[in-house]
């Protein structure tokens, strides 16, 4: 009877060791989403109500989630929700 190990990508890799180096992955999700979230709204978000909400809920659903002690997988896909809705208001304010 043989085991192989599957071989795993480095997405794979990082929600699976995530969990390991929640730390570290704390304080880089915690500076990335309030720095692109500050910039974001500076930039033009302030202006608008919907687009004020789309920065304000998810970065503090990321934001609660990590004071929660939630799961990293959650924490996770919180905040790249929140990169993502914060990088398009960015690119969007930028060359408007």
């Given at each position: 009877?043989?085991?192989r ?5 480095r997405?794979e ?12 992955l ?14 974001a ?6 202006n608008n ?11 503090m659903?990321?934001l609660?989630?990590?004071l ?7 924490i ?15 690119l969007?304010?930028t060359?408007?």
């Amino acid at each position: 009877m043989e085991v192989r190990a599957q071989q795993q990508n480095r997405f794979e890799r990082l929600f699976s060791d995530s969990e390991f180096n929640r730390f570290g992955l704390i304080c880089v999700i915690l500076t990335i989403v309030g720095c692109l979230g500050g910039i974001a709204v500076g930039l033009g978000a302030i202006n608008n109500v919907v687009a004020l909400t789309a920065v304000i809920v998810p970065t503090m659903a990321t934001l609660s989630l990590l004071l929660a002690v939630s799961p990293m997988r959650w924490i996770m896909g919180a905040a790249t929700v929140c990169v993502s809705l914060d990088l398009i208001l960015i690119l969007y304010y930028t060359l408007a």
